[in-house]
């Protein structure tokens, strides 16, 4: 009845990000479990994913608080 539902621009980055970390999360993993020694490009792969996912976290909540104190 509505018309269709658009994501506006910080939940589309918020989600990008998300997905990287997951990515790279599984990436990792498969790093892991392909050798018997842990591979030197496994950390930076775990780095990176855990810091997108922290920047998606971070970029989420100053969106939340600027809308709650904008009052849009």
């Known amino acids: 009845m509505r018309g269709k539902p658009e ?3 910080t939940t589309k980055t ?4 998300l997905v990287l970390c997951v990515c790279g999360l599984f990436f990792s993993a498969v790093l892991a479990t392909y050798t018997y ?3 030197g490009a496994e950390l930076p792969v775990v780095v990176i994913s855990f810091a ?3 920047v998606a ?3 989420k909540l100053v969106d939340v ?3 709650h104190f904008s009052g849009k």
Do not use: K, N
Not at 14 to 17: G, H, Y
């Open 7 to 9: 994501l506006d621009g």
């Open 14 to 17: 918020v989600s990008a990000l």
């Open 37 to 39: 020694s842990t591979p």
């Open 52 to 54: 997108s996912a922290i």
């Open 57 to 59: 976290i971070v970029i």
């Open 65 to 67: 608080t600027v809308r």
